[in-house]
């Protein structure tokens, strides 16, 4: 199979930890990476290399892979961290993979 | 700064055609593959195609594949997207994205422009 797979939403409280997980069989070969994106904005990379983060991107968020799971982890939610995050894969014939992504509410 | 910024977006009728070209800067172009991501209204993100830094390689999801040729022109830091067929379900916001392929187990787009819409309609 050449998809990934997410929970379309996920809650969390203030401060709290939350994990957001994705599926597929590309993950057992290849590491996935992780986007933010805002409303109205362009996806920012949060996660790349399982557990690498861009500078400027805060270490609350990290990243585990495991199997055909790979996992978002926000240690600490903050407001501003309310979103949606979408996973991201290569497949064996070098084309990328998304997953449908996960709204993420921050209560 | 790295930036990108794509340009070219619009209205066009079904069966039409649009190209998208994507201006970057800040970083060695030809050094790097890119990619072209899109969002329909409401939804989520669609890989739609990419392009090694030579363009030699080019790379299609299968709902465009036939339709749309992406190219750079490595001399003008410039990236594009000729879409040809049009059809209403191409409605989306179109993103290009620097693509790190430099290693094998782990792709991914670290720079993003801010996007351009195409709307497929009579």
């Known amino acids: 199979s050449s998809e990934l797979t997410q929970d379309p939403a996920v809650s969390v409280a203030l401060g709290q930890t939350v994990r957001i997980t994705c599926q597929g069989d590309s993950l057992r070969s290849y590491y996935a990476s992780w986007y933010q994106q805002k409303p109205g904005q362009a996806p920012v990379l949060v996660i790349y290399a399982k557990n690498n983060r861009p500078s400027g991107i805060p270490d609350r968020f990290s990243g585990s892979s495991s199997g055909n799971t790979a996992s978002l982890t926000i240690t600490g939610a903050q407001a501003e961290d309310e979103a949606d995050y979408y996973c991201n894969s290569r497949d064996s014939s070098d084309n990328h993979l998304f997953g449908g992504g996960t709204k993420l509410t921050v209560l | 700064e790295v930036q990108l910024l794509e340009s070219g977006g619009g209205l066009v009728l079904p069966g039409g055609s649009l190209r998208l070209s994507c201006a970057a800067s800040g970083f060695t172009f030809s050094s790097y593959a890119m990619s072209w991501v899109r969002q329909a209204p409401g939804k989520g993100l669609e890989w739609v195609s990419a392009?090694?830094?030579?363009?030699?390689?080019?790379y299609y999801a299968d709902s465009v594949k036939g339709r749309f040729t992406i190219s750079r022109d490595n001399s003008k830091n410039t990236l594009y997207l000729q879409m040809n067929s049009l059809r209403a379900e191409d409605t989306a916001v179109y993103y290009c994205a620097k693509d790190d392929r430099q290693q094998y187990f782990h792709y991914y787009m670290d720079v993003w422009g801010k996007g351009t819409t195409v709307t497929v309609s009579s």
């Open positions: 392009i090694s830094g030579s363009g030699g390689n080019t």
